[in-house]
């Protein structure tokens, strides 16, 4: 499903990390009273009225700072601005306009981008000191005071007005598979092999795919689209390429919108780099079945059992991946490829019957007991499968809280003893008395 994404633009100081912090519920965002602290930009996830988002922190915008960085910081703002379904513009209601604010708006108003104009730091919540602002052109300015949360409500009633219904990538008949990774590994030509076509464009250049690209084929009689993303490069190296920036948000999104992540790594390389893992574990956060292609094995740098025990030591909090060696090159093992899609596909699917699952459950309870607190064990009544892909499961109890992570992961284990689970996260919901 598509999270429409909000960027969070203005000038520096105006609150705009406390108000990221704020909406997304834990402090991600560094919030500082030195201008030009948040320079790149910082996504997380929010949630309003059923409504899910993605919510982007940029860096101030200066005009005048003599700030070495300030040419990036725009830039970084503009990506956001230009990749955003809705704008929000913080500005200072204690200061009023500002040529800065002026400057921001004129960006905005080019954008053509829904914007919801927030009149900030306003403690008392003076109304009528919002009213210069309808100056700016971007129509009616929304008080607000982050640090004592007064008319929060009203500026997410406000975002979620401007979301728009958007389709998923294709049609929902078709089974959607997203290609990511750091760019020059290879994933436009292991799209190409797999459907034998030269469909997308294949360079050495890295960040030749900017944008996703949707290529349906047929396999194993069944309709699929690859969805080949553009290439995700470290934070540090997008701040400099602003089309890359747009392709991090891209390369997001198609995750999201995919039933299965295909996850090309370098097989020419000795390491899992940084940006590997944190590709992966955007996939898993995402909740999405996937497959480790590691790519380029005709010029492999390690054996096959090297390889995975670097995989496990830096995948370690998805152990449950599914792995193949390939060379999209000479074709080696690529054909192999799609029958590991559908398998961790299938396994995301899968449901489990009532009297299965509390089988399971007993086994896991009678070889390692839950949690005690003051002598008192936690009682688990029973468990259910709530949802499929991927495979959820809530777990009702007396008292949620001393349901910690080491037993969430050793019931994890125990059910993918006895059930194929492999390549697809699964998760574990915890609801106490009282809960809903």
């Known amino acids: ?22 909406i997304c519920g834990k402090r991600i965002s560094i919030v500082d009273d030195t201008p030009g602290v948040t320079r790149d930009r910082i996504y997380a996830d929010a949630e309003w009225s059923g409504h899910t988002f993605t919510l982007v922190d940029t860096g101030g915008i200066d005009g005048k700072s003599e700030d070495a960085f300030q040419k990036d910081i725009k830039k970084q703002a503009e990506i956001a601005i230009n990749e955003a379904d809705v704008i929000v513009f913080l500005v200072d209601g204690r200061v009023g306009v500002t040529t800065n604010d002026e400057e921001v708006a004129s960006i905005l108003q080019r954008s053509k981008t829904p914007v919801v104009l927030v009149v900030n730091k306003l403690d008392n919540f003076e109304v009528e000191k919002t009213y210069e602002f309808y100056s700016l052109g971007l129509g009616q300015p929304y008080p607000l005071s982050v640090m004592q949360s007064k008319g929060i409500g009203d500026v997410l009633d406000a975002i979620v007005a401007n979301f728009k219904e958007r389709a998923d990538l294709g049609d929902e008949n078709l089974t959607k598979i997203a290609v990511v990774g750091r760019p020059n590994v290879g994933k436009s030509s292991l799209v190409n092999r797999l459907i034998g076509k030269e469909r997308v464009v294949v360079s050495d250049i890295e960040g030749t795919t900017r944008d996703a690209v949707l290529v349906p084929f047929k396999y194993n009689k069944k309709d699929y689209a690859l969805v080949d993303t553009a290439g995700l490069r470290r934070q540090r190296s997008v701040e400099k390429v602003s089309i890359e920036g747009y392709s991090v948000l891209r390369t997001m999104s198609a995750i999201d919108e995919a ?29 999405k079945p996937s497959v480790i292609v590691v790519n380029k094995w005709d010029i492999k740098s390690k054996s096959k059992d090297e390889f995975i025990k670097m995989l496990k030591v830096s995948l370690s909090f998805m152990s449950y991946f599914k792995v193949i060696f390939v060379s999209a090159l000479t074709g080696e093992s690529t054909g192999q490829i799609m029958a590991l899609v559908e398998e961790v596909y299938q396994n995301s699917s899968k449901r489990i019957t009532t009297g299965l699952l509390n089988d399971l459950l007993q086994e896991a309870i009678l070889n390692y007991e839950p949690p005690a607190h ?8 029973y468990i259910t499968q709530v949802a499929t892909n991927p495979p ?16 969430r992961r050793y019931l994890e284990n125990r059910f993918r003893e006895r059930v194929d689970f492999s390549g697809t996260p699964i998760k574990f919901i915890i609801k106490g008395k009282g809960d809903e």
Request: aromatic residues 12%; without cysteine.
């Open 392 to 407: 959820t499961f809530v777990l009702f109890v007396n008292d949620a809280k001393y349901i910690n992570f080491s037993y």
């Open 374 to 381: 003051n002598g008192n064990r936690v009682k688990i009544k």
């Open 259 to 287: 039933d299965v992540s295909v996850i090309v790594v370098d097989g020419s390389q000795d390491i899992i780099s940084e940006q590997d893992v944190r590709i992966a574990g955007y996939v898993d956060e995402a909740g």
């Open 1 to 22: 499903m598509y999270k429409p994404i909000v960027a969070v633009v203005g000038r520096p100081n105006v609150g705009k990390s406390t108000f990221f912090n704020k």
